[in-house]
């Protein structure tokens, strides 16, 4: 029932979202602007995003190296499958999903060191990924709202001190959660201990399980605990990041959009609130972000910046989608059974949630 209901309620957001997303539009003029959009760029923008799918990747196996560098096809084949799982389950399962597909896949080649790449550590370093991922787009959004965006402040005045608050506030709250990771991932014995302490409301058994998880999840943070390590990984995600940038930037060309390469920068600070709404793909959230971004603040005109979004996300999570199912599928999950593997249905024993998505 609670898993009925919030589907329910995921889909209401997502029809919202588009229905704000495409109020007051000429559908007949968007698709007149998707056909005449400049194949060209729409080439440029659509290899962007492979290869932010192979940096990813590769930024998760550095990610992964304390505990275990995994290597780097079962690596992308795991990002792209929690990629798909994000594009056709709602509530980001893909995050679930990703750290336990490429454990299973280690465990099914027989290497050595897959229980050390056990899915509760893994599932830590998708946490310092999402952590580096803000801290990331909020430098890109500082460059352009102090260096590159200052023209901003002479056409839209409100709006850009708008935009200096929230680069501030942003940068303020990464900077605190990277503390607190760090502060976390410091001392995995004291943290297993807090927590047991703090289960004791808890049965027994479940209390130990709790401590258990949390130590492992601590340690799954080992990099936090390395500065030159997290450093170099802050440094693969600058070049993923401008990937996403530079497909944004390509599509907007390909509409005839008067946005730069910098520009882009903000445009993709919007889509990374677009995209925190919990819809399946983002859907809704991540169209209404480009669009009020284009809009609002380099003058594109509705229908092109509708036209735009559209393809924009389609390019956002399509190399992911295909390419996810198709892995997934070589391991005979299907789709119903990612939502299984979501909903923590026997995550201990991969066949019988694999045999649940093949009924």
């Excluded at 588009?18 to 007051?24: D, E, S």
């Excluded at 999903?97 to 790449?117: K, M, N, S, V, W």
């Amino acid at each position: 029932m609670r898993t009925y209901a919030r589907t329910v309620l995921v889909l209401a957001a997502a029809a919202a979202l588009l229905l704000l997303f495409l109020r007051n539009v000429d559908l007949w003029r968007v698709g007149v602007d998707i056909l005449r959009a400049r194949p060209g760029w729409l080439v440029f923008a659509l290899a962007a995003s492979f290869a932010n799918l192979a940096i990813r990747a590769y930024r998760w196996q550095y990610l992964l190296e304390p505990l275990g560098r995994p290597p780097f096809g079962p690596a992308l084949r795991a990002t792209a499958v929690g990629f798909a799982a994000n594009a056709v389950l709602p509530a980001r399962a893909g995050e679930v999903i990703r750290p336990y597909f490429l454990a299973r896949t280690l465990r099914l080649d027989g290497r050595a060191d897959a229980d050390r790449l056990n899915t509760t550590g893994a599932f830590a370093t998708i946490i310092v990924e999402r952590l580096l991922d803000v801290l990331t787009v909020i430098a890109l959004l500082v460059c352009y709202v102090f260096i590159f965006g200052r023209h901003i402040q002479r056409t839209h005045p409100s709006a850009f001190i708008g935009l200096e608050w929230t680069a501030a506030t942003a940068a303020l709250t990464a900077v605190g959660g990277l503390i607190a990771l760090f502060v976390i991932a410091g001392n995995p014995q004291r943290l297993r201990i807090l927590t047991a302490r703090l289960a004791r409301i808890l049965p027994a058994a479940i209390a130990t399980a709790v401590a258990h998880i949390a130590e492992k999840f601590a340690h799954g943070l080992a990099v936090v605990r390395q500065p030159a390590r997290l450093a170099i990984a802050f440094a693969l995600s600058i070049p993923l990041w401008l990937t996403i940038a530079a497909g944004v930037w390509g599509v907007a060309v390909a509409f005839g959009m008067a946005v730069p390469f910098t520009g882009a920068f903000l445009i993709v600070a919007f889509l990374a609130l677009g995209v925190a709404v919990p819809t399946p793909g983002a859907v809704g959230g991540f169209h209404a972000a480009f669009r009020y971004g284009a809009t609002t603040f380099f003058d594109a005109p509705d229908e092109a910046a509708v036209g735009a979004a559209i393809v924009a996300h389609l390019f956002s999570i399509g190399p992911s989608l295909l390419l996810g199912l198709f892995f997934a599928a070589r391991e005979g999950i299907s789709v119903a059974g990612m939502r299984h593997l979501a909903d923590g249905v026997d995550q201990r024993t991969p066949s019988r949630a694999v045999q649940g998505g093949r009924r």
